[in-house]
């Protein structure tokens, strides 16, 4: 079955850039989503296919996808974008797969 | 708005079964493909399952598949999943979650409901 290799963690400062990945084999190949999920929240769709945003999402918030890793960036990173990020790609027509997640400090 | 309110949660013993619906509003429910995705404890997002717009086509996680059944009524604007053979490893939040087609991904979740498999 495919997988989404996420790393368990990331640590930013604020105003700075931080950088989540996400592998799988020839992800590049797929769309590639993000959600952002707070403590007790459901989550919420930052990202989709690959690099698109929602109208809601702010424009620091953006996406790539090539090869074997979709990238989630968050420019001028705020302490409101501490959270858990997952991304999330399609497996075949209707198999949906997530990653493991990463947690966002912002310290 | 736009909204999907789960219920049907609780605890049930390991064996058992439970059936979680998923209330839609706020928009055309028979226009969209409706996922369940679960979430144990501390742990990440799992995909649980899909059913098309009609109904038509269905598709499972193989950690479900045989004892999970999705199902919808359009005409209530309702998801179901029907869960038998419960095991502790279902323990989780199960979200409803609509497959968007501006957005082509998972753009509106349900706040999701807690079920807890123990004796």
């Known amino acids: 079955s495919y997988e989404l290799t996420q790393p368990p963690s990331v640590s930013v400062s604020p105003g700075q850039t931080a950088s989540i990945t996400c592998s799988g084999d020839k992800l590049g190949d797929k769309y590639a989503c993000w959600y952002q999920q707070k403590p007790g929240q459901s989550p919420v769709l930052v990202i989709y296919q690959d690099s698109k945003r929602p109208s809601r999402i702010p424009e620091r918030f953006s996406g790539s996808n090539s090869g074997n890793t979709a990238t989630l960036t968050i420019s001028g990173t705020q302490a409101m974008d501490e959270a858990d990020y997952y991304c999330?790609?399609?497996?075949?027509?209707?198999?949906?797969?997530f990653g493991g997640g990463t947690k966002l400090t912002v310290l | 708005q736009v909204q999907l309110v789960e219920s049907g949660g609780g605890v049930v013993q390991p064996g058992r079964s439970l059936r979680l619906s998923c209330a839609a509003s706020g928009f055309t429910f028979s226009n969209y493909g409706m996922h369940w995705v679960r979430q144990a404890p501390g742990k990440g997002l799992e995909w649980v399952t899909v059913i098309w717009y009609d109904g038509s086509n269905k598709y499972y996680a193989d950690s479900v598949k045989g004892r999970f059944t999705i199902s919808r009524d359009n005409s209530k604007n309702t998801l179901y999943l029907q869960m038998n053979s419960l095991r502790a490893e279902d323990t989780a939040v199960y979200y409803c979650?609509?497959?968007?087609?501006?957005?082509?991904?998972?753009?509106?979740w349900g706040q999701g409901t807690m079920v807890t498999v123990s004796s």
């Open positions: 979650a609509r497959k968007g087609t501006t957005y082509p991904a998972f753009d509106i």
């Open positions: 999330q790609a399609w497996d075949s027509s209707s198999h949906v797969v």
